[in-house]
T-cell receptor, first 114, second 117 residues
Framework: NAGVMQNPRHLVRRRGQEARLRCSPM?????VYWYRQLPEEGLKFMVY????????ESGMPKERFSAEFPKEGPSILRIQQVVRGDSAAYFC????????????FGPGTRLTVT | AQTVTQSQPEMSVQEAETVTLSCTYD???????LFWYKQPPSRQMILVIR??????QNATENRFSVNFQKAAKSFSLKISDSQLGDTAMYFC??????????????FGKGTHLIIQP
């Protein structure tokens, strides 16, 4: 059973470009969480999605950031008009359902904005 | 909102020694889980141990054990017989269950543990 997959592992964008980060959850998992880790910091919760539904987006910046988890395909975290402050490692985690406490993490995507 | 505090930015011990990493948290929830995650240089987040708040018994996983003091809102991690491979960042994390299900994790800032040969 493959683990949580994220791609790309490394992404370089110039200021003003768009960044798309993908997360494929573990097989059978229908819930995805996105976290951001700034340098020298712990992970910060951004958004919690179920397929075709956003459950909690309280950690998402109000502008430029959006997330989706369609019925088919991976979850996408989209950052529009990136700025240097968006440079960070972005992790996704998946779980089988909301009643399950355990989250399985992917390897992360390191975004660098130049 | 809950907060998680790890007051030790870095710790260093000799191989085979025992080390304790501290974590305190603040929450108004009564039902929650607590976790310790390890992040080695590969940056992969690895679950080390978990504790359900309703359980009084401290969780143990091989060389890893916790000291969970619910009233004091303290959740420390003890690593016995430390090994070189234990060198990593260690994050304490909180998960509330107030919404009837699992919420996103709240992490502390981490402790960088270095095991010296």
């Amino acid at each position: 059973n493959a683990g949580v997959m994220q791609n790309p592992r490394h992404l370089v964008r110039r200021r003003g470009q768009e960044a798309r980060l993908r997360c494929s959850p573990m097989k059978g998992h229908s819930h995805v969480y996105w976290y951001r880790q700034l340098p020298e910091e712990g992970l910060k919760f951004m958004v919690y999605l179920q397929k075709e539904n956003i459950i909690d987006e309280s950690g998402m910046p109000k502008e430029r950031f959006s997330a989706e988890f369609p019925k088919e395909g991976p979850s996408i975290l989209r950052i529009q008009q990136v700025v240097r402050g968006d440079s960070a490692a972005y992790f996704c985690a998946s779980s089988p359902g909301r009643a399950t406490y355990e989250q399985y993490f992917g390897p992360g995507t390191r975004l660098t904005v130049t | 909102a809950q907060t998680v505090t790890q007051s030790q930015p870095e710790m260093s011990v000799q191989e085979a020694e025992t080390v304790t990493l501290s974590c305190t948290y603040d929450t108004s929830e009564s039902n929650y889980y607590l976790f310790w995650y390890k992040q080695p240089p590969s940056r992969q987040m690895i679950l080390v141990i978990r504790q359900e708040a309703y359980k009084q018994q401290n969780a143990t996983e091989n060389r890893f054990s916790v000291n969970f003091q619910k009233a004091a809102k303290s959740f420390s991690l003890k690593i016995s017989d430390s090994q070189l491979g234990d060198t990593a960042m260690y994050f304490c994390a909180f998960m509330g269950l107030s919404g009837g299900g699992a919420d996103g994790l709240t992490f502390g800032k981490g402790t960088h543990l270095i095991i010296q040969p």
